[in-house]
């Protein structure tokens, strides 16, 4: 949608072809029983990159969406009872490192500038830029090896802290992103400041608001959201992306074809009659995607006013988890937990006097042999269980209405190959250049948006990744005849 508006700013008539009954994707909504349930990004940070699209479109963010800062940003417990709390005050953020690991402060500080100076490149200068050959890649090396990017999230942050569990704080961040902190490249450190900087915030109305206001500017441009429509196949003539058939056999002709499917997906089904150079099948195959997540959306009959709008809770296991869920792919009995209250920012989510919670929790994607049609009930009984016995004490009395996502349910709904929650995953050699381009390898004409491309997963991703198309779509003139 970022990418719909940005194309109509720059003279495009745009439809968007969306299969699901409403548009959002990820971000779409659930509302069941009284109860609004966002069903993916619920940290909203780089708000800037929101208001630069109702900029493009001519309207003022702020006069579209009430944005709630979030603080604390997010509430961590560990599996020993401490609590660690993070937000953008520098004293407030000092004062929880002195409680957890005093002899940590000073490795912290040095940490928290490295991670500015992270920012400052990855972010600033990289996310948007197109890498299209790998001479973009190697003007970057550089700097890549200056910030230490051949090491991952967790050998940086591990450079310079000694205790386990702010180790784990500090380190956290790739899997929001779809990567395992133990592998992904340490550029991702820069989430830690690009939280710092921005906040972290949230749309009264939840994030479906975001996804709402998207629409009326799309529509407002003159383009077209068309919902319920699958697109079966990219329509190619010598070389030229010329259109997509849609699922029925209609056909929608267009100049210029952009792809926020899954890049997996869109290479494999979508130009599968189509000889390959790059993006084969068999490269496909071995591509590394991100890790599936199970989520559980329930509302409930009560309040937990103690609980925060953001609350991660670490089991007993850290890295040999992540080795389970990415590596060997095996779903364990443990796990660690994002829980999400979006009640305590906006109580009219839920009706008066209930909560509304989602909780997630990282599983291996569908290339382990999980059979989620019985594993679903049975993991959401012991996750439920969990929040029970520790932050949510009366839950399983409470429970009013219900309902999950599994790695299936992210093949079915986002057709992402593998049920993986963020496409291929952010590690070095999947990243920038080695990531799918956002001007396809294999088509002209035919661009690449969303997660699956440069820069990658997340909101801020994302909206990046549309901001790419800028430097890579040719002007809408090029088409006028
Ligand atoms: C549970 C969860 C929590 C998250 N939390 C956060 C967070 O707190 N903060 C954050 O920044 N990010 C978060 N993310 C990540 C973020 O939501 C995603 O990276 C981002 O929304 C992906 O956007 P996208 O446009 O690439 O993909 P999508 O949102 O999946 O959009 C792709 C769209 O294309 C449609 N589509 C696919 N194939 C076809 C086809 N053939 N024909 C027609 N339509 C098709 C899909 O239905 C979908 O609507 C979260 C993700 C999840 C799942």
């Known amino acids: ?38 069903a993916g990004p619920t940290i909203i940070t780089a708000p800037f990159l929101l208001e630069e699209l109702w900029a493009l479109a001519g309207k003022r963010f702020a006069d579209e969406i009430e944005l709630h800062s979030v603080s604390p940003f997010y509430r961590i417990h560990f599996n020993d009872g401490a609590v660690f709390e993070c937000s953008s005050d520098p004293e407030f953020m000092r004062a929880q490192v002195r409680r957890l690991a005093p002899g940590d402060l000073a490795g912290y500080e040095k940490f928290v500038a490295l991670s500015e100076a992270i920012y400052k490149i990855g972010f600033e200068r990289l996310a948007h830029k197109a890498f299209g050959s790998f001479t973009d890649m190697l003007r970057i090396l550089p700097d890549l090896v200056r910030l230490s990017g051949y090491r ?16 784990i704080a500090l380190s956290f961040h790739p899997l929001l ?14 989430i830690l400041f690009l939280e710092r900087k921005s906040g972290v915030h949230f749309p009264r109305g939840g994030t479906g608001a975001l996804v709402r206001g998207m629409v009326g500017l799309i529509e407002g441009q003159g383009s077209l959201v068309r919902t319920g429509v699958t697109v079966s196949r990219i329509l190619v003539e010598n070389g030229r992306a010329v259109g997509v058939e849609v699922e029925g056999g209609e056909a929608v002709h267009a100049d210029v074809v952009v792809s926020n499917g899954c890049a997996g997906w869109t290479y494999k089904n979508l130009l599968a009659g189509q000889k390959r150079k790059r993006w084969t099948d068999r490269k496909i195959k071995r591509a590394k995607f991100s890790m599936g997540l199970f989520v559980w959306y329930f509302g409930t009959s009560r309040t937990w006013d103690e609980v925060p709008h953001h609350s991660i809770l670490l089991g007993p296991r850290h890295d040999e988890l992540l080795r389970d869920i990415f590596d060997r792919k095996f779903l364990a009995g443990d796990f660690s937990l994002y829980l999400h209250r979006p009640t305590a ?34 993991y959401r009984a012991v996750i439920e269980a969990s929040l029970n016995e520790t932050v949510l004490p009366g839950l399983s009395v409470s429970i009013v209405t219900s309902r999950v996502l599994t790695p299936l349910d992210f093949e079915s709904r986002y057709l992402s190959l593998h049920g993986a ?7 070095l050699m999947q990243s920038a250049w080695f990531r799918p381009h956002n001007a396809s390898e294999e088509v002209k004409n035919l661009f690449l948006v969303g997660a699956g491309t440069h820069p990658g997963a997340g909101v801020p991703g994302v909206l990046s990744s549309a901001r790419v198309l800028d430097e890579v779509v040719p002007d809408a003139v090029a088409f006028r005849r």
């Not at 072809?17 to 966002?38: H, K, M, N």
């Not at 109580?347 to 679903?376: H, I, K, Q, T």
């Open 1 to 38: 949608m970022a990418a719909a508006i940005r194309l109509g700013a720059r003279g495009y008539r745009v439809t968007v072809l969306e299969r699901l009954a409403e548009a959002g994707g990820r971000a779409s909504v659930f509302r069941q029983d009284g109860f609004v349930f966002d």
């Open 152 to 167: 991952s999230v967790a050998g940086l942050v591990n450079a310079h802290i000694k205790d386990k569990r702010l180790r």
């Open 177 to 190: 992103v779809g990567g395992n902190p133990l592998n992904t490249s340490a550029i991702y450190c820069l």
């Open 345 to 378: 920012t906006d109580p009219e989510l839920a009706p008066a006097g209930c909560d509304g919670f989602y909780v997630l929790s990282p599983v291996p994607n569908l290339l382990g042999d999980v059979d989620w049609r019985v594993m679903a009930e049975r």
């Open 421 to 427: 929650g963020f496409g291929m995953d952010p590690r």
